[in-house]
Structure formats: C-alpha cells, structure tokens
C-alpha cells in the first residue's frame, strides 16, 4: 500500500512539472510575440515618420531627395525624436542620420549647402 502511495505522489508531481513547463513555454511565446509586434510598430512609425519628413522637404515635388533637400531632414525634430525612441543615444543621433544619407546618396561625401 506505501508503494501505491508513492505512485500516486509521483503522478502528481510528474503532472505538475509538466503543467509548470507547458506554461512556461506559453508564456515565451507570448512574449516573443509582444516582443516582435512592438518592433513592427516601431519600425512601422519610423517610417511613416520618414516618409512625411520625405514629403515636407521635398521641395522640388518630383518624389526625391536632394542633397540639398536632405538638411531639413537632419534638422527635423519629428524624425530626430523617432530615432531616439527606438533607442539611438542622443549623442548618435547625427551619426546615424549621416550613415542614412550615404545610404541614400550612394557613399558620396556630403556637401554643405552654401549660405
């Protein structure tokens, strides 16, 4: 009689390792998907941010950026607070602002506009 007891002790505690353990993975799960949908609706934000700056300095209206177009973008506090939001330091904000104009212009050096 003292081994079924043991028996059924262990049953219990084997089923509720496993229940504990389904759990845990639901729970990874769930946050893994929070985790992936807040980054959609960060990335989603930036670039609907981007894409009005895009349009504000855009003074030509042909649907590109100039160069010399691309210094309201840098100044645009809009996109500046964007950058800072998905976690760029502050002190990297220009530096990264400039790393996306040699993206968009193709690695050439960047020429000051002339005051």
Same mark, same amino acid.
């Given at each position: 009689?003292?081994?079924?007891?043991?028996? #059924?002790?262990?049953? @219990?505690?084997?089923?509720?390792?496993?229940? /504990?353990?389904?759990?845990?993975?639901?729970?990874?799960?769930?946050?893994?998907?929070?985790?992936?949908?807040?980054?959609?609706?960060?990335?989603?934000?930036?670039?609907? #941010?981007?894409?009005? @700056?895009?349009?504000?300095?855009?003074?030509? /209206?042909?649907g590109y950026i100039q160069e010399q177009e691309w210094v309201g973008i840098q100044r645009n506090p809009e996109v500046r607070k964007a950058l800072l939001r998905l976690g760029v330091e502050n002190s990297e904000v220009d530096n990264r602002l400039e790393q996306l104009r040699a993206k968009v212009f193709w690695d050439r050096p960047a020429r000051r506009p002339s005051l």
């Open positions: 009689i003292v081994l079924v007891w043991v028996f #059924i002790v262990f049953v @219990a505690i084997s089923g509720i390792t496993l229940l /504990n353990m389904l759990i845990g993975v639901l729970c990874k799960v769930v946050q893994d998907t929070a985790r992936e949908g807040a980054e959609q609706r960060k990335a989603s934000e930036l670039k609907d #941010i981007f894409v009005r @700056a895009f349009r504000a300095v855009d003074t030509s /209206n042909d």
